[in-house]
């Protein structure tokens, strides 16, 4: 059984940053063979793929985030973070952390993912 717990998410203003950690738990779990997602959701919308990180250390970014967010990994402490910079209105959501033990998998898609944090709520005021 893998857990992941999210946090870091907090009320921030236009322009503002924040780091959003994700810790995973699980004998056999492991930030380096897995794929590890983060995605959000806004209120009244689908959730959405936002960045994800492939054992090869491979990165992938929704276009709107792109040059403002950053994933990465401490495999030793079986952490993933995302860094959010020049934080928008628009980003205000709750983000969710997910893992994927299919490495090779289509990151953007919700149904590759076996397991998801409970999330961590994003606002941003203008």
């Known amino acids: 059984q893998v857990q992941l717990v999210e946090s870091g998410g907090g009320l921030v203003q236009a322009g503002d940053s924040l780091r959003l950690s994700c810790v995973a738990s699980?004998?056999?779990?492991?930030?380096?063979?897995?794929?590890m997602g983060w995605f959000r959701q806004a209120p009244g919308k689908e959730r959405e793929f936002v960045a994800a990180?492939?054992?090869?250390?491979?990165?992938y970014y929704t276009d709107s985030v792109k040059g403002r967010f950053t994933i990465s990994r401490e495999n030793d402490k079986k952490t993933v973070y995302l860094q959010m910079n020049s934080l928008k209105p628009e980003d205000t959501a709750v983000y969710y952390c997910?893992?994927?033990?299919?490495?090779?998998?289509?990151?953007?898609?919700?149904?590759?993912?076996?397991?998801w944090g409970q999330g961590t709520q994003v606002t941003v005021s203008s």
């Open positions: 699980g004998r056999t779990f492991s930030t380096y063979s897995y794929l």
């Open positions: 997910a893992a994927s033990p299919y490495s090779y998998g289509d990151y953007r898609l919700v149904s590759q993912y076996d397991y």
């Open positions: 990180l492939r054992w090869s250390g491979a990165t």
